[in-house]
């Protein structure tokens, strides 16, 4: 039955649906419009004009094909450390008992406190060290192991029954065998929202990719649209009209993986987002 509350809960629902996806669309369409009418008619659209103009001059302004790649390397890499080195690591922390583990745990927790900015110096001092400065290493390494996702999977881990687990040691089967046969089948939501977090947050990372690498062979993506965006600012294209829409153009490739990874994934996301919203 329809009632009023549920026309204005709907209602408000979509006011808020459409100002959250207004910037999006403004962008894309904006992309597609000629420079001049970028700055000229910002919410104007003709669309008897969109071309693929920006686009054009954007692939020659920036090498946006190195950076997607480099950038690609980076989140399937570490997050394939990540999806494999923190469930084992919550599981040792939910379903283990050693010397020292809640200390260990609070420590975990505590790096959890600390900005980004207080390690920046202290990790590209051990990266030039290494020797890995300007190389994948320094992007990937780094943060691979994350603290949140040791506390998400110890979280979800901890509500799996110790029963099952005694069972199948009961039948023979030793910790590995646990771990794979057993928990990975339980917490796959927890897991594949983990995944979808830790390739947003790779994605979208820009403050360790512009300290740690200065050579456009491996600058991230968002590193290229920041360097291009401080040349739109500082007139560095030539005509400003033209260098902001090609900054959309860029903005807009930019957005799409992110958009497809969570239109096709937002399922798992909820999924696992209700699974770690427990007690442990």
């Known amino acids: 039955m329809i009632t009023l509350g549920r026309i204005g809960r709907y209602g408000f629902l979509l006011l808020v649906a459409a100002v959250s996806l207004f910037p999006l669309m403004w962008m894309v369409l904006s992309a597609f419009k000629p420079g001049g009418d970028v700055i000229a008619r910002p919410f104007a659209f ?7 103009t920006n686009f054009r001059e954007m692939v020659h302004t ?13 989140v ?9 080195c923190c469930p084992m690591a919550g599981y040792a922390f939910a379903k283990f008992d050693f010397a020292f583990k809640r200390a260990l745990f609070g420590t975990v927790l505590t790096t959890l406190m600390l900005p980004t900015l207080v390690l920046l110096i202290p990790l590209l001092l051990e990266m030039s060290e290494l020797g890995w400065v300007n ?3 320094a992007l990937i390494l780094p943060g691979a192991v994350d603290a949140f996702g040791v506390f998400w999977m110890r979280q ?22 646990i771990f794979r046969s057993v928990v990975l ?14 390739f947003i947050n790779v994605y979208n990372d820009f403050v360790w990719p512009v300290v740690a690498v200065n050579d456009t062979g491996h600058q991230t993506l968002q590193v290229m649209l920041s360097g291009l965006a ?7 294209l030539g005509d400003a009209a033209s260098a902001w829409g090609q900054l ?15 239109v096709l994934l937002q399922r798992h996301l909820i999924r696992g987002v209700m699974a770690g919203s427990v007690k442990g």
Request: aromatic fraction near 4%; charged fraction near 15%; proline fraction near 7%.
């Open 62 to 74: 920036i090498p946006i094909g190195t950076g997607l790649r480099n950038t690609m390397i980076v």
């Open 230 to 236: 401080r040349a739109a600012v500082v007139g560095q």
């Open 248 to 262: 959309l153009a860029a903005s807009t490739v930019a957005a799409v993986p992110v958009l497809i990874v969570f």
């Open 156 to 177: 979800i881990i901890a509500e799996i029954p110790d029963e099952l687990l005694d069972a199948a040691r009961v039948d023979g089967a030793g910790e590995l065998r």
């Open 46 to 52: 003709d669309f008897d004009q969109l071309s693929w």
């Open 76 to 84: 399937l890499v570490k997050g394939a450390l990540t999806l494999l």
């Open 135 to 137: 190389t994948f290493p």
């Open 185 to 198: 089948p339980v917490i796959r939501p927890g897991l594949a929202a983990l995944g979808v977090l830790t």
